[in-house]
């Protein structure tokens, strides 16, 4: 297969980069995903340790969230690493990676999109929330997540094992999606399914913005309780922030348009522009997660510190009596 994007060949640029700039690189990688999901780690940690959250839709969507962006990274960051050690593997493996990061990909603005729907039902249907946010009903809707996500995605799939030979999942490739699923229909196919999900997604997302920014002003004009004002201005920054990660996500669907059009203006820096584009579009939008739920939400930080001081003085014990029995 021809592995050459955005008009250029790639096995001629990718290694430009000088040996110190290549392990740079996929050291601030990995170390990013490592931290990364060592924080999700802990979220996922503190969500199995506190029986509070399992009877929360709010929690269980957040970790199912922060499940899929672990999951994400660490697939995404494998393809970065391995194709620097590689360059070419073995299209099987290349096809089993980039399903599992499609996947999740699509996954992400679908969750932010559930969520922003909770926390409407919550601050302008508190009344009605208990009955239409049950546990049952949040396990079918991430069961729908991803049923949606396989609709969208396993077409890909088996378009690719019946109109390529045999022969090509024994060889290697540069693995990037372009590389992979090349078919125009492949193409068509992801243009007007990203479409249509950015559209629902948005739309979800404005709706519910507006109809918690109206509640907001309801609950001030009548000067309702300061408990009541203060929950309605966080879920409608949750929002907001929902919108700020959606809009990075988005990044994925149209980063080829930004890329070739870089590349294009400013071809000798072809390296960096793919390098800048994986960091703000793969990484950034999965350090955004913890934030939303994890640092901002009280309950889950309180519960968090105590699980973070509590791993800290594990730690300094054994050094503590090692220090005493030493002194005797």
Not at 10 to 25: E, N
Not at 214 to 228: N, V
């Amino acid at each position: 297969m021809n592995s050459s994007s955005s008009g250029f060949n790639v096995s001629t640029l990718i290694y430009r980069d000088s040996y110190s700039t290549v392990v740079a690189k996929n050291v601030i990688v990995m170390a990013l995903g490592l931290i990364i999901n060592y924080i999700n780690g802990s979220l996922i940690h503190t969500f199995r340790k506190h029986q509070i959250f399992y009877v929360n839709p709010r929690y269980i969507l957040f970790i199912h969230l922060v499940v899929n962006d672990m999951i994400q990274l660490t697939t995404t960051v494998s393809l970065f690493v391995l194709s620097y050690i590689f360059y070419r593997i073995n299209v099987s493996l290349c096809c089993l990676i980039v399903t599992f990061s499609v996947f999740t990909t699509l996954n992400t603005p679908l969750n932010l999109a559930v969520m922003a729907v909770e926390c409407y039902i919550a601050i302008c249907l508190p009344l009605r929330h208990a009955e239409f946010c049950t546990i049952k009903r949040t396990y079918i809707l991430i069961g729908s997540i991803w049923a949606m996500s396989a609709v969208s995605t396993l077409p890909d799939v088996f378009l690719l094992l019946a109109t390529e030979p045999v022969e090509l999942f024994h060889s290697t490739i540069f693995c990037q999606i372009d590389e992979l699923f090349r078919h125009p229909i492949h193409l068509k196919k992801r243009e007007v399914s990203y479409t249509v999900y950015l559209i629902v997604v948005w739309l979800t997302l404005l709706y519910t913005y507006i109809r918690i920014f109206l509640a907001a002003r309801t609950a001030k004009a009548a000067k309702a309780a300061k408990a009541a004002e203060g929950d309605t201005k966080k879920a409608r920054n949750t929002i907001l922030l929902h919108g700020f990660q959606l809009l990075l996500c988005m990044l994925t669907y149209v980063a080829h348009l930004i890329r070739k059009a870089l590349v294009y203006s400013f071809p000798e820096h072809y390296i960096n522009i793919i390098f800048a584009s994986y960091i703000i579009v793969q990484i950034l939008p999965r350090f955004i997660s913890p934030i939303v739920y994890g640092l901002r939400d009280n309950t889950f930080r309180q519960h968090l510190k105590k699980y973070l001081l509590c791993t800290v003085r594990s730690s300094i014990k054994p050094q503590t009596v090692l220090k005493f029995m030493l002194l005797y």
